[in-house]
């Protein structure tokens, strides 16, 4: 597979952007990687990508219209978000990354090689998943260009799988300027949002690029009449922690699907709506804490923050 890429230097005021700023749920500013598909979000084509430096990115893109977008940083659970990008605009954004409770679980990219000839430089990157449960993103970015890769796999994959296999992935570069393994990062993610670190050159632990989060004043947290919920004599805003770990999957204000299933009425279902289990509150504070189908544990919450969270999903 062939891909060119195309230049996307300049920024004049009529471009269209996808911009925002990137905060770890517990606070502070992080670093990492966004990559963006265009059309729908999981419509595996990706065009475009930029670095989050001190929590802010910023990346050009071809016009108005469906993106998907994923934001990346060592040791969080990345994020996925589809969104309606308004053309000749700064289409700015506020997001926040839990970390990822289980690191030894995320996937590991384990080798990066680059062999050049007159007309291409092919890049491979080696990655296995401790889960075996990788998914179609195992990704590429080109710093200097802005353009974001999605590589290929080893062996043919039919277009509808969901588990992709370990193994060497696969990109082909034609730029026509001299190939610089400078310019490049790459990260590879699973089905359960775990992310491997995001690596950049020297490709080797020397070259991850890590989150670190700074501590500010402000924590970012939602206000309103419903965001402080009061239970066994704990005051805990059930909708700070929902916000902060949860919302970029799930609807709270309605039932459609966003990432997993929208939760507005959970507790009137009867039936949790993915695996079909009793909505109870114990139920749902071991779905929280341990994790299901396509979801990770979230076992860095405190039991005041779970009980927070279960008190409010009982408002929806």
């Known amino acids: 597979m062939l891909v060119l890429l195309i230049s996307s230097q300049g920024v004049h005021a009529d471009d269209t952007l996808i911009s925002g700023t990137v905060r770890a749920a517990e606070g502070g500013s992080l670093n990492g990687l966004v990559m963006i598909e265009k059309g729908r979000l999981y419509g595996k084509k990706f065009r475009y990508g930029g670095l989050i430096r001190n929590g802010i990115f910023s990346v050009k893109v071809d016009g108005g219209g469906s993106y998907g ?10 994020f996925p978000l ?4 308004e053309g000749g605009k700064d289409n700015r954004g506020q997001y926040k990354l839990p970390p990822n409770p289980a690191r030894a679980m995320a996937p590991v990219i384990k080798e990066v090689g680059f062999s050049s000839d007159s007309k291409a430089t092919r890049i491979t990157l080696s990655v296995s998943d401790p889960n075996h449960d990788l998914s179609h993103q195992v990704l590429a970015l080109n710093v200097s260009t802005g353009e974001g890769f999605r590589m290929s796999p080893p062996g043919f994959v039919l277009p509808f799988t969901k588990i992709y296999p370990e193994g060497i992935y696969t990109l082909y570069s034609s730029q ?3 190939f610089d393994p400078l310019n490049w990062y790459f990260v590879a993610a699973d089905n359960k949002c775990y992310n491997s670190p995001v690596l950049g050159s020297p490709f080797s632990p020397d070259g991850v690029v890590l989150a670190k989060t700074v501590r500010s004043g402000s924590d970012g947290s939602p206000s309103g009449p419903d965001s402080e919920v009061n239970t066994e004599g ?3 805003s059930g909708l700070t922690v929902f916000t902060n770990n949860c919302s970029m999957c799930h609807l709270a204000e309605s039932k459609k699907t966003k990432v997993g299933p929208g939760l507005k009425g959970l507790y009137n279902l009867g039936k949790t709506p993915a695996r079909g289990k009793p909505v109870t509150d114990e139920v749902i504070r071991k779905q929280i804490l341990e994790g299901g189908i396509d979801m990770p544990p979230y076992s860095h919450l405190t039991e005041k923050e779970v009980s927070a969270v279960v008190e409010y999903l009982k408002t929806l």
């Open 69 to 78: 977008l994923h934001l990346f940083a060592t040791g969080y659970v990345y």
């Open 234 to 236: 704990l005051t805990v």
């Open 176 to 178: 026509s300027e001299e």
């Open 82 to 85: 589809g969104l309606q990008v």
